[in-house]
């Protein structure tokens, strides 16, 4: 399959605009509908590994370069990394990204008190970024996970001294935003300089039909520069036809109308409406299924009408709603 490219950023790195996440692949327990499911409920760790390879091996086959990880993916960087020891690959032409920040603490249990704990300060930072740097030699973008103003991280000196020593080995550095003050933390991130030069070249952020709060600063976060990485294209599976919500189904005869004319699934149209956003310069796939990661990629094939764009614009949910949803999705 031949995705479109898209230059990312001012990286130098010119990446296939769909990438694939592995939050679901890397442990037993995550909050996407269906989750369980799409791991047979078989969670010995040689079976998920297998898994892993068959969906990094499809992704690869259809033209995926960008993988995303996180160090409280429970065994994600492992599976990742036992996949390119493999040799098949060449890992110089794919872009490994991961992030600090959550430390897994779920134990590989599906049900857990806490299944992450965020602590964004140096001790994590430097004790975590030994282990991603050996777990993936060939990691190439180092994010901070899901910085808010409460972690205090974009105020901590020490912190951002560290992660300009790590940038000047040739790292990109980024940091990914969620919740409601996902604007302004990334307006706040793009100011901020060590020794006069910008720290952060790229943010991964949550960007869909039912959240498009992030529309106008990531298009200003782009024409600065910086790298854009979207996840949640799917609202965790709330945009596809797993979603049995009553208040979702109107929005869902919406979108099966229009995936209909494109024989499309609706999970194709929502990536696609957000691939019609040229600053969108690299979508998450977090499909844990080969036939969900097809669907997903098929997106890429889907040029939405301008007033297609407009019918689904108007989907949106209010953001403090959809942060609200979210944060009910239980760990399955
Ligand atoms: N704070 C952060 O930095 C952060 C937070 C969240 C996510 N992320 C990154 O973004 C990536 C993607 O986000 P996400 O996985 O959270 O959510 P997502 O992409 O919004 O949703 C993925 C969910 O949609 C389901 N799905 C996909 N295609 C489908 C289809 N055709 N039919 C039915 N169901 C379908 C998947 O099911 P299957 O699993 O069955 O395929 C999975 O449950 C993650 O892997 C991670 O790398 C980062």
């Known amino acids: 399959m031949n995705l479109p490219h ?56 259809l033209g995926v370069r960008y993988f995303d990880v996180a160090r409280s993916y429970g065994r994600a960087e492992s599976f990742l990394q ?11 032409e794919l872009c490994v990204g991961s992030k600090w920040g959550y430390t897994y603490t ?6 857990a008190d806490f299944h992450e704990i965020k602590e964004h300060s140096l001790p994590v930072l430097e004790k975590q970024w030994e282990e991603s740097k050996v777990l993936l030699p060939h990691l190439k973008v180092y994010q ?8 205090g991280v974009l105020d901590n000196k020490e912190v951002l001294s560290y992660l300009s020593k790590i940038k000047q080995e040739g790292i990109k550095i980024g940091l990914s935003v969620s919740g409601q003050e996902q604007a302004r933390i990334l307006e706040e991130a793009m100011m901020i300089r060590v020794d006069g030069i910008h720290l952060f070249d790229s943010v991964q952020a949550t960007y869909n039909i039912l959240d498009q709060t992030m529309g106008t600063i990531l298009a200003a976060a782009a024409d600065s520069g910086m790298g854009i ?16 919500q009553p208040d979702f189904q109107k929005s869902k005869e919406t979108l099966d109308a229009i995936a209909q004319k494109y024989e499309a699934g609706i999970d194709a149209i929502a990536i696609a409406f957000i691939l019609s956003k040229p600053w969108a310069h690299v979508v998450l796939s977090g499909a844990a299924v080969e036939n969900h990661l097809r669907s997903n990629l098929s997106a890429a094939s889907i040029q939405l009408e301008a007033d297609e764009l407009q019918t689904l614009s108007n989907l949106k949910m209010e953001t403090a709603a959809y942060w609200e949803e979210r944060n009910q999705l239980k760990w399955n």
């Open 6 to 61: 898209s230059d990312f950023g001012n990286t130098q790195m010119n990446l296939p605009r769909i990438g694939l996440g592995l939050a679901a692949l890397g442990r037993p327990g995550y909050i996407n509908i269906g989750h369980a499911e799409d791991l047979a409920y078989d969670y010995v760790v040689e079976a998920m590994e297998r898994r892993t390879h068959r969906l990094l091996d499809a992704a690869y086959e």
């Open 144 to 151: 901070i996970h899901s910085a808010t103003f409460e972690s």
């Open 82 to 92: 036992s996949w390119l020891d493999n040799g098949q690959y060449d890992p110089s």
């Open 229 to 244: 990485i979207i996840k949640e294209a799917l609202a965790n599976g709330r945009l596809t036809n797993r979603n049995e």
């Open 106 to 111: 779920a134990d590989w249990k599906v049900e």
